[in-house]
């Protein structure tokens, strides 16, 4: 069976998780590759809301496996209160519920040093972080100084590891600042009681995926964050810190290339953005605005942090350059219903830096901040959408607006989602989705 990844194409929270859940039904296997509790990824089934921070979006479904993979940054506190609110859910997890021995774990003197990093940096340095620790971690591991969950197994090695964090330039930027790191036995003994709480789930990830793959099984990756936060295709420095396009996958799982059958793009039928950072058309039209308008309707708050999210128009020409990144078989269109009672609908298609057309994302957050987008404008459809179930449903200037999304993006329209729970969902039966999966 084939495998597919679903990818976030915008700055994050465009609906990732609704859609694994939904695709999950045909895979066996839900794989997340990178990113940790910074993610907060909704799936709604039957009018209940659930979000995850670490557990795959497969885990509503009970014959599917569910693997955190390698190039993941773990919480284990955060984690372990996810994983007994599911099983409250009468959720069961044994026996097919695997976490990578070489993910790395956010011990708590990282996750303190990101708070402090985004004290220090002021208005305009600040990128907004989720401060759960995942710059510090991903910059431990880079420096070859972090600790992974197998670390965990032998309490009298982590504790020598951690106080190695302790002494070094993580405890030295805390103590300058005041902080205390903390006692290294004490977090050494919490991390290794953690442990022993997720030890029957903890594999060799790369392993059991490659096993199941020669043994015919498939596997949905699950990507986190999204193409414009990526650490090299981000709007860097204020992208996170992991590589979240569909390369990453095959890092961050042990997987290689070759086996990547197919990629989804996942969108909103508009844009938003949490955090600081270049957005080309963000909507800063005050309280009384349609910035305003879309938030209170498409309830664009964190799910991670409750941040209210910034807002925009659909942007053609980042949608674009993520494709060009991804090179997407197919986009899920997310959110159409939020744009339900506009009159008009802009669109950009273009950018223009200095007078001149450009087709990619400027590299300087500086000349980013300058680009003028290029609008044209759709006739709204002013119709409810929400119980729409087929294609043909949708009203034509709904179906003219995904169309026009489709040639923007550069690849056709998968699936249409016009509600938050599962059943709000249009799987277009002559797509390559439905034809190669069987939906
Ligand atoms: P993710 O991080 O990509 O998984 O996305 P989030 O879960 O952070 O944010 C997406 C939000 O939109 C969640 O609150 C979803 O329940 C909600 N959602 C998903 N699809 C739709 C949709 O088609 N319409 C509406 N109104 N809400 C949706
Ligand atoms: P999901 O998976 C939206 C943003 C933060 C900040 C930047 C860096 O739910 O789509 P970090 O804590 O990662 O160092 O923060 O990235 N960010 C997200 N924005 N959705 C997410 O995840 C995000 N994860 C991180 O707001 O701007
Ligand atoms: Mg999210």
Redesign the pocket.
């Known amino acids: 069976m084939p495998n597919c990844a679903v990818v976030?194409a915008q700055w994050?929270?465009?609906?990732?998780?609704?859609i694994v859940d939904l695709l999950s039904e045909r895979f066996d296997v839900v794989a997340r590759y990178q990113g940790g509790p910074n993610?907060?990824?909704?799936v709604?089934i039957a009018g209940k809301?659930h979000?995850l921070h670490h557990v795959p979006?497969g885990v509503f479904r009970d014959n599917v496996r569910i693997v955190i993979g390698n190039g993941t940054v773990l919480d284990l506190t955060k984690m372990l209160v996810e994983i007994d609110s599911l099983v409250a859910a009468g959720i069961s997890l044994d026996g097919r519920f695997f976490i990578s021995e070489r993910a790395h774990v956010i011990v708590p003197l990282l996750s303190r040093l990101d708070a402090l990093n985004e004290q220090v940096a002021g208005e305009s340095g600040r990128i907004g972080t989720t401060q759960r620790g995942i710059g510090p971690t991903y910059e431990a591991k880079a420096a070859r100084s972090g600790i992974r969950v197998a670390d965990l197994a032998d309490a009298t090695a982590l504790r020598e590891r951690i106080q190695k964090m302790v002494d070094g330039p993580v405890g030295s930027r805390l103590r300058e600042a005041g902080e205390d790191p903390g006692d290294p036995g004490a977090i050494a003994a919490q991390a290794h009681a953690q442990y022993r709480r997720i030890e029957r789930w903890v594999a060799d990830t790369a392993l059991l995926l490659n096993d199941w793959m020669d043994e015919g099984r498939s596997i949905l990756f699950e990507g986190?964050q999204g193409t414009l936060l990526d650490l090299d295709h981000g709007s860097y420095p204020f992208v996170t810190s992991s590589t979240t396009v569909a390369g990453g996958l095959c890092g961050g799982l042990g997987v290689s290339p070759r086996r990547v059958d197919h990629v989804i793009g996942?969108f909103k039928a508009y844009a938003t953005r949490v955090g600081s950072g270049p957005m080309p058309t963000e909507l800063l039209d005050g309280p009384e605005g349609l910035g305003e308008t879309i938030r209170r309707?498409?309830?664009e708050y964190?799910?991670t942090t409750g941040r209210p999210r910034r807002c925009g128009w659909f942007d053609g020409v980042a949608a674009a350059y993520a494709n060009r990144i991804n090179r997407f078989d197919g986009a899920c269109i997310?959110?159409?219903?939020?744009l339900d009672s506009l009159d008009e609908i802009r669109v950009c298609v273009g950018y223009r830096l200095d007078g001149a057309a450009i087709r990619s994302m400027p590299p300087v957050v500086s000349d980013a901040k300058r680009i003028e987008p290029v609008f044209e404008t759709l006739p709204g459809w002013n119709t409810d959408t929400t119980s729409a179930r087929t294609w043909e449903e949708l009203p034509p200037q709904a179906r003219a607006y995904l169309d026009r999304l489709s040639a923007l993006i550069g690849a056709e329209v998968s699936v249409v989602?016009?509600?938050?729970d599962r059943a709000?969902s249009i799987i277009r039966p002559g797509s390559s989705l439905a034809g190669r999966f069987g939906f």
């Open positions: 976030g994050g929270d465009e609906g990732k998780g609704k993610a907060g990824h909704t709604t809301r979000a979006s986190a996942v309707r498409g309830r964190g799910t997310m959110l159409l219903d939020v989602s016009v509600g938050p709000q």
